[in-house]
């Protein structure tokens, strides 16, 4: 069983920075962030694998960066260049194979949520 902390959401203005922090506890391949706006489907944001490949979502790339510390189990997502559509509650999810890394429906484990408020 794998159990996923968030950490890190807040409110911020728009062109500031946040990083969010995801600790696992148990055994992971990949680790992707996913958000979900008020009225709106949850989406992918970023993932990685344990070997460090990385994928973005269009809407992220070149403002947000995911990594990873294999030794503290803990992932991270550091998002720069802000805008108010970034608002959203941002989840961890977990799951043991490198496949299909951008759809949220084949990973078992998710944590609570953080929310990251970004204001105009």
């Known amino acids: 069983q794998v159990q996923l902390v968030e950490s890190g959401g807040g409110l911020v203005q728009a062109g500031g920075s946040l990083r969010l922090s995801c600790a696992a506890s148990g055994r992971t391949f990949t680790l992707g962030w996913f958000r979900q706006a008020p009225g709106k489907e949850r989406e992918f944001v970023a993932a990685i694998s344990a070997t460090g490949d990385s994928k973005y979502a269009d809407s992220v790339k070149g403002r947000f960066t995911i990594s990873r510390d294999n030794a503290k189990n803990t992932m991270y997502l550091q998002m720069n260049s802000l805008k108010p559509e970034d608002t959203a509650v941002y989840y961890c999810?977990?799951?043991?194979?490198?496949?299909?890394?951008?759809?949220?429906?084949?990973?078992?484990?998710w944590g609570q949520g953080t929310q990251v408020t970004v204001s105009s």
């Open positions: 999810a977990a799951k043991s194979n490198p496949y299909y890394i951008d759809y949220l429906r084949t990973y078992p484990y």
